[in-house]
């Protein structure tokens, strides 16, 4: 022991009295406590006097080099008199009452627990034991126990647990023992091992005979022993005994009792701790059947709605919603299969993975729930999604690739070039000699020579539909073998009579495009203007199909005449020719109106009519083909917006659908693709939450079960019925459709009046994947309030619960001049449903349910007919009519060529575009220089429900297409090959992640199979080819949408920010690379607003190697290989923050990479390296970030990040210290900037 002399250091006196006695009493250890049991009583009573009436006196004894607390315990642990025992627990307990955190971390340290337990063992042998010791004891015991880590293991070791449990059954009465020897058992339990060895003791029966009803009296007392029996009911075997003992009608009847008598809500921690014990009970399984039997649901449900408006009482309603939730019983999705309804018979099945799994399922398997989908082994684990998320990070570092040869890129062309020389014929403008070629005569026509038109079978009618009104082609109209590919896609077939489609001059050039304003100037620079076609110009595919009789109407095409196409009746061709046409004047307003036939049709499938502003019924079933009502059919008052969207043409889309294969086979057209979309000039800011939104549905989910007979369980749509989708009823309910290019909507049930729940379509060849939806309502009524609830999401969180929105077209609002999807719903929130998900779905783990993605709605007009979709829709026809309205704005100066790379399992052709600038002249230098320019290739949408890819894709391809002088530049200095859609058959047939094979095409790359991935395998070959002759593309991007992160960002692949994040050792040569690949994503912040270098990563992740971004790099050896991802939910940064995208952001996104592209060309073409200093310098700051966090690279199958913002999930949460009381505060909208600080690592990849 340390001589008291140790005690007078700096600061402390060395006359202090209180150093002076403690000097005595270590001068005493040993014998003489014994001996002079008197002195030692003396000596400590004056210390506890000095340290009770002096505060410093304690701090001289607790300071820093003072050795006081060694003498005190060695005091304690020698002396065998209780008084002298007492006076030093006094000490003690005076001491850590003060500054309890580090003063009780110095007792701990200094083996004071085991002293305490020692002197506990020995005082309980005296017979009787000292009442008053027992309680300092068990008092010093329970503030030293949650500091100490070891605590309960001691105590089992010492014997103590036994002492305590005999102290608490002898003095049930003796209030004043009782509540320490509680609280030291609440600590006691929070050990597992130990609060299994006190259940075996009986304790948790003991615990119920202390909990009693109401009362004033012992609250204290009541609340300890309630936080003790929670603590031991976390352990399963004690919640079966508690169980078996009938405790939960106990804990359930006195919490009714609490509830009903604690009028002021003083003792809300009381019920809260009832609460816990429930929900402890309830993690099994027999105690959530012993939960419902006793009427568990009903009681919490109307205690809940009693303390709804009682904010103080959140974490009370907070913890009942949790129980009601998890005892809910789970239900089965209503469905007889969870594999997608369409049905398509691959030509071979792969050997192994899920799809092979699918095929080998032997039939009558029951796939949507398992026998016992009650998984006791799970359950308790699944209810708090955040520590799954946790969990995730842990093992962040578990995907990065850790391989430094695979994180070299090499050059692998992989084929031989026999095999790669037919893609030679993609590259025709690598040999092109433009001989033939008149440049003179060029520069007055108004499209380049037809012979760099190469066919175009991404608008070809592979497939006639039969319409009984159309006439086939006149020999004079017949397209010569010469002409462009649009025009052979009529020959000899049946088609849609269509209005003409003037060709357009090209527009007078433009000023240089403004950075900011690039979304408003790239309107002015494809307005059409009217011209007649002249003899050698190739005509659009609409302007073909016009009967002989408009041949000569020429003066009207000037006019953009708007004329009346029927679909069905005789005679359709001449009703154009009555008195309604207008001419159209330049510059009237968007509102003004064409009266044409509703296009819904296609081969003569009478389905419905839309006349006077209203919607007109029919159902499919039994009425192919049958007469309209209304003789001639109703009319539709259709907005012109061709000023204002000159890419979109209405006939000239229903000629695209023709041309279209989907699986089941559609027949119709939605509006919105047919009417097209005018994005909205006011913004759409982010949503703000409404408080305790989440919880309010949940409520009324759980009325479902206390009030079944309010549910009306009635289906009125069930894509599982072909023959018959649409239940007709008696116009009590709304009517859904999701029958056309895209849709996807399986089955709608109806719940309340108000109320549907909404099952989605899994991915063809498929049984997951449910996050893209786009259907159609009709039947609603005016100013209602409508709740829809998508009951089969998958992932654990959505940007739905962060200020994302649905969007919601309106036909009304369109005949009205507003053509446009607009953010709509409210009370919008995604959580974890009562709905099982089976092993089989959740890949082979049990216990998992399906998330609902809720929101509410009210229409406006009368008799509507309204669509919902996920994102903007961008269709498959929708490209190819885009398209076809390109290659018309093509001046004598762009060269631009559309080829069919391939044709897809669907037989859908993926079109490959080139688009680079026309030589000067066919002089020797002017040719050297249009082949030798660097490549640019860029490809987006695989994954068909990213449909904002194909957004950012329109902005990039408008730009280029563009007079302007940037787009003049851009073309002069690179040669662009484009695949804008890499997945036309999961567009078509509403997919969200794959193609008809079943697969992610994105995680094809590294070995793609010609049947099963064809646009992947030769998009491969294209670029293998390439590799082959030295000409690799100088940057590959392909263009994503990402669910759940803001802003737009992209991901590359770095050796060094990998090697850095994966802490495995590399030498300096092996961390050689040129910075350049940071170059493109740093311009794009500079210039574009929604893009955020914060979120981009550069890191290579196991997961990602099969990636297009991935193998591009690795194989290919391009350096600036990128994935772009664009949010689908809006900005928390620049100028767009705080609001929702929108088409104009994302088109704006795809201009401003051509621009980037640009300034790239500038940069590197300085031969200025002071930039790729700046580069090292960003790189090295984002490292500094990096080192300090957690990294997190893990993915999930979802190939989703762990959610970084905060969500409400308190009724999910296991931890009872974690329900917020405040939901506010778990709101992203109140600080959205605290992502700001996260590091570019911090978030996961999703290519």
Avoid at 1201 to 1218: C, M, R, T, V
Wanted: hydrophobic share 35%.
């Amino acid at each position: 022991m340390n001589k008291p002399k140790m005690a007078t250091e700096k600061g402390v006196p060395s006359n202090s009295r209180v150093l002076m006695l403690l000097g005595q009493l270590e001068r005493m250890n040993g014998e003489a406590m014994v001996r002079d049991v008197e002195t030692a009583r003396q000596i400590t009573a004056k210390i506890f006097h000095l340290i009770q009436t002096q505060e410093k006196s304690g701090k001289e004894v607790m300071s820093k080099g003072s050795s006081g607390m060694e003498v005190i315990l060695a005091s304690l642990e020698n002396t065998r008199d209780v008084q002298t025992t007492l006076n030093i627990l006094y000490i003690l307990s005076e001491l850590l009452t003060v500054g309890r955190g580090r003063r009780v971390g110095v007792f701990v340290s200094k083996g004071g627990t085991g002293i305490l337990f020692q002197i506990l063992i020995t005082a309980i042998k005296e017979l009787p034991p000292s009442e008053e010791l027992m309680l300092q004891l068990h008092s010093l015991l329970a503030k030293v126990g949650p500091k100490d880590r070891k605590f309960g293991v001691k105590a089992r070791l010492s014997g103590a647990l036994n002492v305590t449990v005999n102290l608490i059954k002898q003095n049930l009465q003796n209030t004043k023992l009782l509540l320490p020897c509680l609280q030291v058992l609440r600590v006691y339990s929070t050990n597992s091992v130990n609060a299994i060895s006190l259940g075996k003791n009986g304790v948790v029966e003991l615990m119920f005979k202390i909990v009693a009803p109401y009362s004033k009296k012992n609250t204290s007392l009541l609340k300890v022993a309630l936080d003790a029996l929670g603590a031991l009911l976390k352990s399963k075997t004690n919640a079966r005994r508690a169980v078996d003992g009938g405790h939960v009608p106990v804990l359930l009847a006195l919490y009714q009792d609490w509830h009903r008598n604690d009028t002021r809500h003083r003792h809300m921690l009381i019920r809260k701790g009832l609460l816990v014990c429930l929900r402890n009970i309830t993690n099994i399984k027999l105690g959530r059947k012993a939960f419902l039997d006793a009427d568990g649901m009903r009681i919490l449900y109307n205690s809940s709605t009693e303390c709804l408006p009682v904010r103080t009482l959140d974490p009370l309603v907070n913890t009942s919603s949790l129980i009601m939730r998890k005892c809910f019983p789970k239900n089965r999705l209503p469905l007889p299969t969870i594999k997608s309804a369409f049905q398509y018979q691959l030509p071979h099945v792969p050997a192994v993975g899920p799809v092979a799994q699918l095929y080998s399922q032997p039939p009558g398997v029951d796939d949507v729930v398992d026998e016992s989908d009650d998984n006791e082994e799970t359950d308790a684990d699944t209810e708090n999604d955040t520590e799954e998320d946790e969990k995730d990070q842990r093992t962040a570092n578990d995907d990065i690739e850790t391989d430094l040869n695979k994180l070299h890129p090499r050059k692998n062309p992989g084929r031989p070039f026999e095999e790669l020389r037919v893609y030679e014929r993609f590259f025709l403008e690598l040999s092109e000699d433009f001989q033939g070629y008149n440049f003179e005569s060029s520069k007055s026509a108004s499209t380049t020579s037809s012979s760099f038109s190469s066919s175009s079978a991404s608008t070809r009618s592979t497939r006639p539909i039969v319409v009984p009104t159309a006439q086939a082609l006149s020999p004079k109209l017949a397209p010569k073998s010469g002409s462009r590919a649009d025009c052979n896609s009529t020959k000899g077939q049946h088609t849609l009579p269509s209005p003409s489609v003037p060709t357009p001059t090209p527009p007078a050039p433009l000023t240089p495009l403004e950075l900011d304003t690039i979304h408003l100037t790239k309107d002015q620079d494809k307005k059409e203007e009217p011209r007649i076609p002249s003899p050698d110009t190739c005509t659009t595919l609409s302007s073909l199909a016009r009967p002989p009789s408009q041949g000569q109407m020429i003066e009207q095409d000037l006019a953009h005449v708007l004329e009346c196409v029927s679909l069905e009746e005789e005679g359709a061709l001449n009703t154009g020719e009555g008195g309604g046409r207008g001419v159209k004047q330049e510059g009237s307003p968007v509102n003004a109106t064409r009266h044409i036939q509703s296009p819904l049709l296609l081969g003569g499938i009478a389905t419905r009519r839309v006349g006077g502003g209203g919607s007109n019924w029919g159902s499919d079933c039994g009425s192919e083909g049958a007469e309209d009502e209304g003789g001639e059919g109703a009319v539709l008052e259709v907005p012109d917006t061709a000023l204002l969207l000159p890419l979109h043409d209405p006939d000239l889309y229903v000629e695209m659908v023709k041309g279209t294969h989907s699986v089941p086979q559609y027949a119709e057209v939605a509006y919105p693709d047919y009417f097209g979309h005018v994005a909205p000039t006011f913004r759409e800011p982010l949503q703000e939450r409404v408080y305790g939104v989440q919880r309010s549905k949940i409520f009324q989910d759980t009325e479902r079960l206390i009030h079944p007979n309010d549910i009306v369980d009635k289906v009125v749509y069930d894509l599982d019925i072909p023959s018959c989708p649409v239940i007709e009823d008696d116009g009590e309910s709304l009517k859904f459709n999701s029958q056309f290019e895209s849709g996807n909507l399986r089955k709608a049930v109806q719940i309340r009046k108000y109320e549907y729940d909404l099952v989605l379509n899994s991915d063809i060849n498929s049984n997951h994947y449910h996050q893209w939806f786009y259907f159609e309502v009709s039947g609603m009524r005016v100013g209602t309030t409508y709740r829809f609830n998508i009951i089969n999401s998958e992932k654990s969180n959505s940007q739905f619960n962060y200020g994302m929105q649905v969007l919601m077209y309106s036909v009304q609002e369109a005949i009205s001049g507003r053509p446009r999807w607009v953010r709509t719903g409210t009370d919008i929130c995604y959580y974890k449903n009562h709905f099982a998900r089976s092993s089989i779905a959740a890949g082979g783990q049990k216990g998992k349910s399906y998330y609902t993605m809720t929101f509410s709605t009210s229409f406006s007009h009368k008799d509507d007919v309204c669509y919902f979709a996920y994102h903007y829709p961008y269709t498959y026809s929708t490209l190819k009519m885009h398209l076809s309205k390109l290659e018309a704005l093509r001046t004598p100066q762009i060269y631009l060529r559309q080829d069919v790379l391939c044709k897809t399992l669907g037989g859908n052709s993926c079109p490959l575009l080139t688009i680079t600038a026309m030589p000067e002249s066919n002089s020797n230098d002017h040719i050297c220089q249009f082949r030798n320019r660097p490549l640019i290739f860029l490809s987006a949408r695989v994954h068909p429900g990213e449909t904002n890819a194909s957004w950012v894709m329109k902005g990039t391809l408008e730009f280029l297409m563009s007079t302007s002088p940037l787009a003049a530049s851009l073309r002069e200095a690179y040669i662009f090959k484009i695949i804008p859609m890499l997945n036309p058959d999961g567009v078509v047939n509403g997919n969200h992640r794959c193609s008809l094979s079943g697969e992610d095409l994105n995680r094809q790359w590294q070995n793609p199979n010609p049947e099963l991935h064809p646009t992947i395998y030769h998009t491969k070959s294209l670029l293998q080819y390439l590799a082959h002759i030295q000409r690799a593309p100088l940057v590959f991007c392909d263009y994503h949408g990402h669910s759940r992160k803001k802003n737009v960002f992209m991901y590359g692949c770095s050796v060094k920010e990998t090697v850095w994040q994966s802490n495995i050792s590399a030498t300096s040569s092996d961390l050689q690379e040129d910075l350049g690949y940071r170059a493109l994503p740093k311009i794009l912040s500079q210039i574009a607003p929604a893009f955020s270098m914060a979120s981009c990563s550069f890191v290579v992740e196991r997961s990602k190697e099969s990636t297009a971004r991935v193998v591009v790099w690795r194989e290919i050896g391009v350096q600036c290989s990128y994935t772009m991802e664009s949010t689908l939910c809006g900005c928390d940064q620049g100028k767009y923050k705080g609001l929702q995208i929108g088409t104009r952001e994302l088109e704006e996104m795809g201009a401003q990479f051509c621009v980037a592209l640009l300034r790239l060309k500038r940069l590197t073409g300085l031969r200025n390296h002071q930039h790729l200093l700046d580069l090292e310098s960003d790189i090295i700051g984002t490292q500094a970030k990096v080192v300090s966090s957690s990294p997190t690279t893990y993915v999930m199958e979802e190939d989703e990040p762990p959610f970084l913002e905060p969500i409400d999930y308190s009724a999910e949460s296991n931890d009872e210290d974690a329900e917020p009381e405040n939901e506010h505060a778990a709101e992203v909208q109140g600080n959205p900037d605290h992502l700001d600080q996260l590091s570019d690592s911090e978030t996961n990849h999703r290519d």
